[in-house]
Every structure is written in structure tokens, then in C-alpha cells.
């Protein structure tokens, strides 16, 4: 299957210099070597590309919505105005990534490398960022609307006017990000907060950061189908931890 997918791609690059157009929807790619690879504006939409390697690709305006990327080495990519919606980025290297303007609606970025990441003007409305590292990655005007932020790493991120309207913000240290203002999570749809290390001016604007502990255990149990006890467990062991 790797081998018929990439057979395709470069097929379809001798047969088509001059376009950028390439369809590659639900391709199998699995492992597929795509260092510097030119798939800007290709249609992988459904494509299967968990595990392979695109460093340093450029993937601007490509269609990758439904697409597999688990495990995908996305170290330094392109990604700008592409469509991600719904793709499936979990365990992905996208550190240093230029996602800029990328559609990530209900995408899935767990435990994803982010890392330097520019997400500016982003849309990452209900993704889920859960154990997501995100440190120094640029957020300014990314729609984070009802994003999972539980246990994400955010030191040094840059949180510029971000949209964070709706937002599970469980078990995070926010301490070191970078432009949060009190605003932000006084929003008229508020993120919840639970266990959340604030930077320490908010304190003088009396944010609680504990203000939703008592809603995050049925958040919990409907985002990730577990039981109302085993979510009421998870809360009352991470309410324990206490930031230095």
C-alpha cells in the first residue's frame, strides 16, 4: 500500500508539473517518505498517512480533512490555509509547523508535539489538545472556542487575543504564558477552569481558578464516554496536585 500510494505521487508529479492540484483523497501513504514534498493545495482529504514523514513539507491550501496522521513527523510543514478538519494528528511531531490560518475544527491533536508551533488565526474550535505541548507556539487570534486543554503544556505560548470561549482548561499550569489577559476567561460563553495555575495578576481581578470543578466531572464522562465516577475520580486526584 505504501508503495502503490507513493507510486501515485510521483506519477502524478511527472504527469503534472505545472499544477499543484494533486488528488490524493483517502491514498494509503502509511510511513511514506515526503521530506520536502510539494502537496500544496492537494486533496488528501480521507488519506492515510499515519507515521509517515513530512518535514519540512509544504501542505498550504491542501484538503486533509478526515485525513490519518497519527504519528506523522510534521517537523516545520507548511500547512498554511489548509483544511485539517476533523484529521487525526494524534502523537504528530508538528513542532515548528506553519499552521497559520489552518482549519482544525474537531481535529484531534492529542498528545501532539506543537512546540513553536505558528498557529496564528488558527481555527482549532473543539480540538482536542489533551496532553498537547504547545510551549512557545503562537496562538494570537487562534479560535480555541471549545477546545480540550486538559493537561496541555503552555509555557511561553502566546495566547494574544485568542478566542478561548467555551474551553476546558483542566489540570494547566499557565503561569508562563505569554499576553493572557483576564478578559479572555470572562468571556460571555467562559472557559471552564479547574486546577489551573494563573498567571498572578489575575489574582488581583479575583479569577477562580477552581471557579468549575464542581462541572468538569460530567464534561469529562461525555467527552471521553467514561463513567460520572471514574470523571469524579480524575478530578479529585489532579485537585491534589499543587503548583509550585
Wanted: net charge negative.
Amino acid at each position: 500500500m505504501v508503495a502503490g500510494g507513493v507510486f501515485l505521487l510521483l506519477n502524478f508529479r511527472r504527469a503534472n508539473r505545472n499544477t499543484k492540484t494533486a488528488d490524493l483523497s483517502r491514498a494509503e501513504l502509511c510511513g511514506a517518505d515526503l521530506i520536502n514534498a510539494d502537496l500544496s493545495g492537494a486533496d488528501l482529504s480521507g488519506a492515510d498517512l499515519s507515521g509517515a514523514n513530512l518535514s519540512r513539507a509544504d501542505l498550504s491550501g491542501a484538503d486533509l480533512s478526515g485525513a490519518d496522521l497519527i504519528n506523522a513527523n510534521l517537523s516545520r510543514a507548511e500547512f498554511c490555509g489548509a483544511d485539517l478538519i476533523n484529521a487525526n494528528l494524534s502523537g504528530a511531531d508538528l513542532s515548528g509547523a506553519n499552521l497559520s490560518g489552518a482549519d482544525l475544527i474537531n481535529a484531534n491533536l492529542s498528545g501532539a508535539n506543537l512546540s513553536g508551533a505558528n498557529l496564528r488565526y488558527a481555527n482549532l474550535s473543539g480540538v482536542n489538545l489533551r496532553y498537547a505541548n504547545l510551549s512557545a507556539a503562537n496562538l494570537k487570534y487562534a479560535n480555541l472556542s471549545d477546545a480540550d486543554l486538559n493537561c496541555t503544556l503552555l509555557s511561553d505560548a502566546n495566547l494574544s487575543d485568542a478566542n478561548l470561549s467555551g474551553a476546558l482548561l483542566f489540570f494547566v499550569n499557565s503561569r508562563e504564558v505569554q499576553n493572557l489577559e483576564p478578559l479572555q476567561l470572562h468571556a460571555q460563553h467562559k472557559p471552564f477552569l479547574c486546577n489551573v495555575a494563573l498567571p498572578s495578576y489575575f489574582y488581583q481581578r479575583k479569577v477562580n481558578p477552581n471557579r468549575d470543578c464542581d462541572r468538569i466531572p460530567q464534561l469529562l464522562s461525555d467527552r471521553y464516554n467514561i463513567s460520572l465516577e471514574e470523571a469524579q475520580g480524575i478530578v479529585n486526584e489532579a485537585r491534589q496536585h499543587r503548583w509550585d
